[in-house]
Structure formats: structure tokens, C-alpha cells
């Protein structure tokens, strides 16, 4: 063979070898240009899961808040409605005239009294109270066969009622204990169906 032969041949070689290299780096350019476009849609598809899974949690939960906050609000009317109750039922019994008050101390401190404690009167609605009602109550305690010694103390501030102490113990019976007491109880009534829902 001669040499400008051999040159052809190994020219001819070096194309073939050349255009198997182009076209095996097409393919694999192509290869990874497939697999470059399935990563991105599988990580598009599932940011795009993510973020609808996100705005489904957001939504529930500013929806929840939602809720929330309009209980809050719908109980914040009623607690208002309730105050505006509990004050207007204060202001009728501290109304009440003096006989009715007097008559219904009366018979509380009749059931709750020993005989021996210091009574302490509240200065607020106090026309029922006079050193008749203690005389009246010590009577009423003996009858009962319990001691007639209850002695009148300090007044009571910001109530209308009495107080009965001995011993460092209290026992309060005044409009707005006995308010409070029933306020409580409503109060612990209507969370337990708030909250049952």
C-alpha cells in the first residue's frame, strides 16, 4: 500500500472515529438533557405538591384562627352581656327595701352563725343594719341552741352584707359574694357547652 493510501485510511478512520464520538456525545448531551428535564419536572411537581399542601395548611389554620377569634368575640358579647346583667341584679338588691334586706341577713346569719364570731357589716346599701339586728340575731341564735354572743367588728368595705370572722376564719354573706358565687358557676356551665362543640 502506498503511503498516501494509509494517509486516506487513517484520515477516513479518524472521521468515522470522530463522527462515532459527535454522535455517542450527542446522545449522552441528550441523555442528560432528558434526565435534567425529569429531574426538574419531578422537583417542579413536587415543590408544586408542597406548596399546595402548604396553602391547604394555611388555609385550615387561618381558618381555625378564624374560628378562634370569633368565638373569642362571640364570648367577649356575652361575658359583656353578662356583666351588664350582674351589675344591673347587684344595683336591684342593693335597691331592695331595708325590711326585705334586713329579713334576708337575717335568716343567712342564722343558718351560718355560731354564736361567737365578730360581725362585720358592709358599708354599701348598710339601712338594714342597725344594733336592733344584733340583739334580733342573738335571740334568734339562742332559740336555736346555739350562742347568742355575736359582737359587732370594723364595717366591711365595698359590700352589702356581713362577714362573720372568728379565729382568723371568714364567713362572707354579701350581695356581690353570693353574685360572684352564682356568676361562677354560670361562667363554668357555659365553657363546659362552649367547649363541647
Do not use: H, Y
Not at 463522527?19 to 432528558?34: G, H, N, T, V, W
Not at 351588664?84 to 346569719?109: D, I, M, N, S
Request: charge should be negative; aromatic fraction near 4%; include cysteine.
Amino acid at each position: 500500500m502506498d503511503v498516501q493510501g494509509i494517509l486516506n485510511k487513517i484520515e477516513s478512520d479518524a472521521r468515522e472515529a470522530a463522527a462515532q464520538q459527535l454522535d455517542e456525545a450527542k446522545r449522552r448531551a441528550q441523555e442528560l438533557r432528558e434526565q435534567g428535564e425529569a429531574r426538574m419536572r419531578a422537583e417542579r411537581e413536587a415543590m408544586e405538591r408542597k406548596a399546595d399542601a402548604d396553602a391547604q395548611e394555611l388555609e385550615s389554620r387561618m381558618l381555625r384562627m378564624a374560628e378562634l377569634e370569633d368565638r373569642k368575640a362571640r364570648l367577649g358579647a356575652k361575658r359583656r352581656v353578662l356583666d351588664e346583667a350582674f351589675e344591673g341584679a347587684l344595683a336591684r338588691l342593693r335597691a331592695l327595701p331595708a325590711q326585705e334586706k334586713r329579713a334576708f341577713f337575717l335568716e343567712e346569719l342564722a343558718a351560718a352563725a355560731q354564736g361567737g364570731e365578730t360581725l362585720c357589716v358592709g358599708d354599701i346599701a348598710d339601712d338594714w343594719f342597725d344594733a336592733a339586728f344584733v340583739e334580733q340575731a342573738n335571740t334568734r341564735l339562742k332559740v336555736q341552741g346555739r350562742s347568742g354572743a355575736l359582737r359587732t367588728g370594723e364595717a366591711l368595705s365595698g359590700a352589702c352584707g356581713f362577714e362573720l370572722r372568728r379565729g382568723g376564719a371568714a364567713l362572707t354573706c354579701t350581695f356581690e359574694a353570693l353574685l360572684d358565687s352564682a356568676r361562677l358557676e354560670l361562667e363554668s356551665d357555659a365553657a363546659r357547652m362552649l367547649f363541647s362543640e
